[in-house]
């Protein structure tokens, strides 16, 4: 076998091998963005009962409004009861789901956890959103006052695991990814979630239970003092419409193709496929690749072909 040949054919496997993963990479875009909008898991099949955290404003309340869309009961857990009954009353009205509210404040650290283990003892929890979350941009906070996703999970998780079936849905953010100075424990905290979500998805999904780690960018809230909705700034019900289609396909998610597109890029991801730059880049390295390895093996060839012509020899053919 000659030098041309070997190349040829190390040229011929790299492409075949770059034109694989690129359908492979293509192939995860397409379920977790495109065909969850028309093939949508049904999330009652989890259990009658979805828990938020967080949920009288912002994304937690519009998980709370979209899974009670989807038919799910709803337990409404934050600190201020008047928002929580407002807020109750709103997801009733509308869709004519029940719902339960907690006051709880996740500052005043374990003393709450009894009281809403007590509430929950008796509803079958399928779903629970781990979404409280706070910056310290306006007030600073200590350690231990900043909200915690494992006990709420250390509560719902037993019930689900005895069921065989249960979503555990966090919220982490893209800052979880991307360490930002003067922020440093709300970044911390966030790369907990993220990697506190992907170990258990890891350890519980044999049992049935689907940990799900949500990072989204920019949606317009109280805590990005409601910024304008545009094509990278999502609203509230629109990011979480987007976000619960993906349940099922991806554990690990931007929540909508605007704010999988500015993913830079996906290290902390266990399914780094799902981010859509990384297509992006995955596809130009692929082509870039792919090209300079059918030159290598056109230039070889074209050498080949041409070795019997000297520089001389074409001088004479211009002649
Ligand atoms: N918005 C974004 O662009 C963005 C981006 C990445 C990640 N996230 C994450 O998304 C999650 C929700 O953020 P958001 O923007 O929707 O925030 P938000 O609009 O400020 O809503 C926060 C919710 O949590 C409740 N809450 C706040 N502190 C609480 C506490 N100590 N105890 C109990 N409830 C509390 C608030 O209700 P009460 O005031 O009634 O208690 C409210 O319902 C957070 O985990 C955040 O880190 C947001």
């Not at 009670?68 to 509308?94: H, N, P």
């Not at 989204?216 to 999502?234: H, Q, R, W």
């Not at 230039?299 to 001088?315: A, D, G, H, N």
Request: glycine content about 6%.
């Amino acid at each position: 076998m000659s030098f041309t040949d070997v190349l040829t054919i190390t040229g011929g496997v790299i492409v075949v091998f770059y034109l694989l993963k690129l359908l492979w990479t293509c192939w995860y875009g397409l379920q977790e963005y495109f065909v969850s909008e028309i093939w949508k898991v049904d999330l009652r099949r989890y259990g009658q009962w979805a828990v938020v955290t967080g949920a009288t404003s912002g994304i937690g309340k519009a998980y709370a409004s979209e899974l009670a869309r989807r038919g799910l009961d709803v337990v409404l857990i934050s600190r201020c009861g008047d928002k929580l009954q407002k807020v109750a009353k709103e997801i009733e009205d509308q869709y004519g789901q029940k719902t339960c509210t907690i006051q709880a404040d996740f500052t005043d650290g374990h003393s709450i956890y009894p009281t809403i283990a007590k509430e929950l003892q008796s509803l079958d929890i399928g779903i629970l959103v781990n979404n409280v979350g706070m910056t310290y941009s306006d007030h600073f906070a200590y350690f231990l006052e900043i909200p915690d996703a494992d006990q709420m999970t250390r509560m719902v998780l037993p019930g689900m695991v005895e069921r065989g079936t249960g979503l555990i849905i966090n919220i982490s953010s893209q800052v979880g990814i991307h360490p930002q100075p003067l922020l440093s424990l709300y970044c911390a905290s966030k790369i907990f979630v993220t990697y506190f979500s992907q170990c258990l998805h890891a350890e519980y999904k044999s049992k049935g239970i689907t940990v799900q780690c949500v990072a989204p960018f920019m949606v317009s809230t109280n805590m990005t003092k409601n910024m304008k909705v545009n094509c990278l700034v999502k609203s509230t019900s629109g990011y979480v419409r987007e976000a619960l289609n993906t349940v099922g396909y991806s554990s690990y998610t931007s929540g909508c193709l605007s704010h999988a597109l500015q993913v830079r890029d996906g290290r902390h991801s266990t399914q780094s496929h799902c981010q859509l730059l990384q297509y992006l880049c995955n596809i130009s390295s692929s082509f870039l690749l792919s090209y300079r390895a059918w030159f290598s093996l056109y230039s070889c060839q074209i050498r080949s072909v041409c070795r019997p012509f000297s520089l001389k020899s074409y001088k004479t053919l211009q002649k």
